[in-house]
């Protein structure tokens, strides 16, 4: 039987029937942008996570609904869009109690709460099968132009935020595949799996600052890769100054293989951006102001690759490249 | 194990995560209403269908897809919305292959084109579940008030728009409940089953004429209960009234428990409404405007239940008030 990737999917049977439509940018950016009633600043993006891919039946309800939410939030971040609010529609499986379901509710309102943002609707359906929920978000670009990851340009300084792989890490920590960690790291690790942190804040700071930029959640080497695709660009990544947590850098210590995580795994929701060099100084600033670390991992080159490189300047084979979410 | 049903779980769980956003309508219209930079009139909703529950899997793909989108585009048509664009988040099993996939892309592309709706972006993810796909419509009120469910007024009429029952019926013919009919009326109640007609046109009519306003989705009952709690009213409908297919009429003469069906049956798709006495001709003139029957079923009375007389004047009971798609 024949079946086409995701990515094979979306390129070549929902794009072209997007193609008459200027605002989904071609699908292929984190949001599409409304030019809503001569406003222009409508931005849309929507995301589904399905148990036992994107959360573990036995992670904690609240924790489920917030990734939920966080996932879509990150989406925001990424186009620079300041987040309105949302609208949801869960598939709950029969195992699902209503205790279960309070859980969900305490955590999604909360996080609601804590990035204001509202409910708007949505809608809830039984399924058979493995529960789902799917979130819709709209934001704002409150008259800012939206950031795309069509916009790097050659010469750009290469930036993250905050750590990578904890996420991807923390899973494999919860699968049982990491063992022998120190309690306060292996619950680092697991609560950046299970706990996005949308980096709203830093998108909305860089506003006119950086030109490329998006989210990362199918792993640094495999967005940096669509990154390069949509801006025509190449990318040589630093691979020693790839930012890790204390966590990850000991597990990685411990089981080097595991590097493979940083640049390959998923669920990181951390910002990869370009700016001018220019702009170098005020792209460090944004710490200061939003409380999220940025650093600068490489630079955009002409070329259409993502070129790792390790201390002495050799190529860094990348194993997995366009992680599955732990399928 | 305790579970809450859908409604009960909006209404407890759900609702008070929305209370703190009046763009919402605290979640009981048929879409949420923003007021998007001074401009009020963004429109959004969202629907989400699961294989096996609201379509069937052996359903051809491209009329999956077309009643995936028309389910939405109902939901505009009760608010009296233009509908602008869908994202769409796939939940694909295993069983899918490409062309599967390139027929639910052919009924959607066509669908598209037909009501003039861009495909803005979304999703695509695995389940080992069912297929299920989620759908939020964004929609303009150019202008104009919103239809809603809270604005029926005493006195005035209660139309229905099309005929009723026609998808309930459908869905009893597929599942080899209703024998022996002709191949046209089967065809007719089969196709109604699998794509719904949502009244677009009929809605944009209605602007400034419709009191409150709806789509039947659950049942010409539970949704007329579903207005009378929020318009805080009484709904007296007028059974022999009740438009029917010529189909319909002759499972029903064949069967007379099956006008339950018409009663209490979902998949309906229609647009349920209220307006002045004074405008009865008004309403009337929309169906050479658009093409789309309008029968006057009953009045809107004090009170505070849906009661369905028949051609006696007697109460009718109705069995099946709150159809759950088949379940």
Redesign the interface.
Known sequence: ????G?FA??GE??A???A??P??LG?GDD??V?D??G?G??V???????C???FLADDPPDTIARKCLRTNLSDMAAMGAKP??V?????L??A????W??GF?RG??AD??DFSV?????????????A?F?I?I?G?MDGHVPLTRSAAQVGDDLWVSGTLGDGALGLRVRQGQILGLAEDLRAHLVERYRLPRPRVGLGLALRGLAHGCMDISDGLCADAGHLCAASRVGLVIDAPALPLSEAAATVIADHPALFQAVLGGGDDYELLFTAAVADRDAVAATTAATGVAVTRIGEVVAGSAVDVRDADGKSVAVVAAGWSHG?
């Open positions: 039987m024949a079946r086409r995701e999917l979306i049977v929902f072209p029937l997007a008459s439509c605002a989904a699908l949001a599409a409304l809503w009633r406003r600043d409508l849309v993006s929507a995301d589904a996570l399905v036992d891919v994107h309105v609010g609208l949801l529609t869960a598939a499986s029969p699902l109690d209503d205790a379901m309070e509710a999604l309102g609601l709460a509202g409910l708007l609707g949505g809608d809830t359906v039984s399924t058979p099968g493995p789902q799917s819709t709209l704002s399928e």
